[in-house]
C-alpha cells in the first residue's frame, strides 16, 4: 500500500526557515518525480516543486527560498524553507507523481505551516 | 505559465442531477489533464488523468472527456458524498497549475 507522511509543520515567525518532510512508503521512490502542493486557508491548490534523482522545479513563487530535495536510500523527500513570509502559511501537502502522464496520483494528508508573528 | 480557468466557481445541485464542470486551458496540453475531488480537511483524490481515464475505484458516474485546450468533467447522477470541490490540474509542462476549483454544493 502506498503511504506517503509528511512531517515538521509548526509556527515560524516571517523571515524564518522551516524543513518539511514526507515519508514515503509501498512503491518503489526512485522511480517517481516527487510534488510538493500547498494550499492556502480557504483557498486552491498551488504546486510548489518536484524533484526526481538529478532535477528539481519549483514555483516562481518560492524559487530562490524553498529548495526541495530527496534521500532515495531513505524513501524521503523534504522541502526546505527560507526566508518565509506571511503568504507562505498553507498545508502542505507531498504528492507522487505517476510515471508517463506525470498526474499525482498518492497524496500525504498535509501539514500545517503557519507563518505569523 | 498555462492558465486553467474552471467553470463555474460554484454551483448548487440536487442528488440525482447531471453536473458538468468546463476546464480551459491557456493554450494546448494534448491529454494532459487531470482532475481531482477534494472534500474539507482532506487531502485532493484524483479522479481522472489523461484527460479521460478512470483512475481506480471511481465511480463510473463520473467522466472525462476533451483534448487540446477544452475539457468537461461529468457526473452522471450526483450522490450525496459528491458534494466537494473539484479541481482541474495540467501535467503538460512546468509549471504543473490547477484550476482555482468549482465546489460542488447541495441544492
Known amino acids: 500500500e502506498v503511504q506517503l507522511v509528511e512531517s515538521g509543520g509548526g509556527l515560524v515567525q516571517p523571515g524564518g526557515s522551516l524543513r518539511l518532510s514526507c515519508a514515503a512508503s509501498?512503491?518503489?521512490?526512485?522511480?517517481?518525480?516527487m510534488d510538493w502542493v500547498r494550499q492556502a486557508p480557504g483557498k486552491g491548490l498551488e504546486w510548489v516543486g518536484r524533484a526526481h534523482s538529478y532535477t528539481t522545479e519549483y514555483a516562481a513563487s518560492v524559487k530562490g527560498r524553498f529548495t526541495i530535495s530527496r534521500d532515495d536510500s531513505k524513501n524521503s523527500l523534504y522541502l526546505r524553507m527560507n526566508s518565509l513570509k506571511t503568504e507562505d502559511t498553507a498545508v502542505y501537502y507531498c504528492?507522487?507523481?505517476?510515471?508517463?502522464?506525470?498526474?499525482?496520483?498518492?497524496w500525504g494528508q498535509g501539514t500545517l505551516v503557519t507563518v505569523s508573528s | 505559465d498555462i492558465q486553467m480557468t474552471q467553470s463555474p466557481s460554484s454551483l448548487s445541485a440536487s442528488v440525482g442531477d447531471r453536473v458538468t464542470i468546463t476546464c480551459r486551458a491557456s493554450q494546448s496540453i494534448s491529454s494532459f489533464l487531470n482532475w481531482y475531488q477534494q472534500k474539507p480537511g482532506k487531502a485532493p483524490k484524483l479522479l481522472i488523468y489523461a484527460a479521460s481515464s478512470f483512475q481506480s475505484g471511481v465511480p463510473s458516474r463520473f467522466s472525462g472527456r476533451g483534448s487540446g485546450t477544452d475539457f468537461t468533467l461529468t457526473i452522471s447522477s450526483l450522490q450525496p458524498e459528491d458534494f466537494a470541490t473539484y479541481y482541474c490540474q495540467q501535467s503538460y509542462s512546468s509549471p504543473r497549475t490547477f484550476g482555482q476549483g468549482t465546489k460542488v454544493e447541495i441544492k
Open positions: 504528492a507522487r507523481s505517476s510515471t508517463g502522464w506525470y498526474y499525482f496520483d498518492y
Open positions: 509501498g512503491f518503489s521512490f526512485s522511480d517517481h518525480y
